[in-house]
């Protein structure tokens, strides 16, 4: 079992930059370096979609249409914690932000190949 748990949100204005955070645990036996890791978002009346998704390593990156150039993920397997850097804020980015995460294969938009999530954080974004 893995628990995750996101951190950093709030309301900023549109321009503005925010930096999400999520921390990883699990059982003794929990070795945060063997999941891929992403952030996904969901917004009122809308799926949860796709932002952006880590390896293992941080060898690869993958990004939601709509984010590249504006958002970076990291991650740090030390600290057990995946960041979102988000710059140039629009209003259409407010949503609930979820980390996620999957312990096999490499990263994916699909969320129904990630078995843990957090219980998100609220970002909105003022135009």
């Known amino acids: 079992q893995v628990q995750l748990a996101e951190s950093g949100g709030g309301l900023v204005q549109a321009g503005d930059s925010l930096r999400l955070s999520c921390a990883a645990s699990g059982r003794t036996t929990f070795n945060f370096n063997s999941y891929a890791m992403a952030w996904f978002r969901q917004s009122p009346g809308k799926e949860r979609e796709f932002v952006a998704g880590i390896t293992w390593n941080g060898g690869m990156t993958l990004y939601g249409d709509s984010m590249k150039g504006r958002f970076t993920i990291s991650r740090d397997n030390a600290k057990n914690s995946v960041y979102l850097q988000m710059n140039s804020l629009k209003s259409e980015d407010t949503a609930v932000y979820y980390c996620?995460?999957?312990?096999?294969?490499?990263?994916?938009?699909?969320?129904?190949?990630?078995?843990?999530w957090g219980q998100g954080t609220q970002v909105t974004v003022s135009s």
């Open positions: 996620a995460s999957k312990s096999s294969g490499g990263i994916t938009r699909m969320r129904d190949q990630y078995a843990y």
